[in-house]
């Protein structure tokens, strides 16, 4: 099949096409609050520690296929709440 070739699974969610900003307007309009930022510098460094293999705790990512669509969104919060923060020992999500 050609790239120029449509099927009827193609674009079945897409109502339209809008411009998107720069990223330097979003941010303008967004600002990141200190306790957002520090929440990403701590999550990016436990990342990186575990995959250099100096933190043996598993790395876990669940989530929905889109965060953009609400139900499985919320399904996979109410799921991971209820996970035992015992498990914060060996693993990082």
């Not at 957002?36 to 520690?49: D, H, P, S």
């Amino acid at each position: 099949m050609t790239s120029s070739t449509t099927t009827t699974t193609d674009n079945l969610n897409v109502v339209g096409l809008d411009d998107m900003p720069p990223p330097v307007q979003i941010k303008q309009g967004l600002p990141l609050s200190d306790v957002a930022e520090a929440t990403v510098q701590r999550g990016r460094a436990e990342l990186t520690r575990i995959l250099d293999r100096l933190d043996a705790r598993l790395f876990v990512v669940v989530g929905p296929c889109s965060i953009h669509d609400r139900v499985p969104r919320s399904s996979t919060r109410s799921v991971c709440a209820r996970w035992p923060r015992t498990w914060a020992t060996c693993c990082c999500w």
